[in-house]
T-cell receptor, first 114, second 116 residues
């Protein structure tokens, strides 16, 4: 079945440690996105990529980094520079080139600080 | 500065009745609007969308209405079912042809509870 897979579902980070969240899609979508959700808030955009080997900062990119070496994969690294990393992280993908298209989401990774 | 707002954090309705969820936006360049449904610990699921050239779009029990002059959209669920209980997010994006990247701006969400 086609879809978006995020792993792990739960992740714990020690102070000063970098962690990487995985996002893989087999929908053949060009665009991929990373969002962060905090309690009682909507989704906020961290980074996005419209094509392989290209990505752009979203609204809250500080303390995060991404890569897009393959169409199917868009991993997010939460660096030690991110001072408040505890959140629910969501990855999405989108078909481009045929007018407006919805974004489709994975089931998320919940990151907590030890 | 919140460009998409859902002013009601929660809504409770009786099973079988209509649920109306509201969303306001400020950016007149938005021309594509979506509603997502989200259960706890899961990703949002796309429900329904509407382009700014329309004022209504219907899909089964779900209808989205767009009032461009008021910069307001609403989601109607008729009849409401207990399984509809979830958090509902509205989202908006600008026209792809204008160079917009397809980025979505989300509201804060409204928690819907449908009581049996």
């Amino acid at each position: 079945d086609g879809g978006i897979t995020q792993s792990p579902k739960y992740l714990f980070r020690k102070e000063g440690q970098n962690v990487t969240l995985s996002c893989e899609q087999n929908l053949n979508h060009d665009a991929m996105y990373w969002y962060r959700q905090d309690p009682g808030q909507g989704l906020r955009l961290i980074y996005y990529s419209q094509i392989v080997n290209d990505f752009q900062k979203g609204d809250i990119a500080e303390g995060y980094s991404v890569s897009r070496e393959k169409k199917e994969s868009f991993p997010l690294t939460v660096t030690s520079a991110q001072k408040n990393p505890t959140a629910f992280y969501l990855c999405a993908s989108q078909k481009r080139g045929e007018g407006n298209q919805p974004q489709h989401f994975g089931d998320g990774t919940r990151l907590s600080i030890l | 500065d919140q460009q998409v707002k859902q002013n009601s954090p929660s809504l409770s309705v009786q099973e079988g009745r209509i649920s109306i969820l509201n969303c306001d936006y400020t950016n007149s360049m938005f021309d594509y609007f979506l509603w997502y449904k989200k259960y706890p610990a899961e990703g949002p699921t796309f429900l329904i969308s509407i382009s700014s050239i329309k004022d209504k779009n219907e899909d089964g029990r779900f209808t989205v209405f767009l009032n461009k002059s008021a910069k307001h959209l609403s989601l109607h669920i008729v009849p409401s079912q207990p399984g509809d209980s979830a958090v509902y997010f509205c989202a908006a994006s600008g026209q792809i042809g204008s160079g917009n990247t397809g980025k979505l701006i989300f509201g804060q969400g409204t928690t819907l509870q449908v009581k049996p």
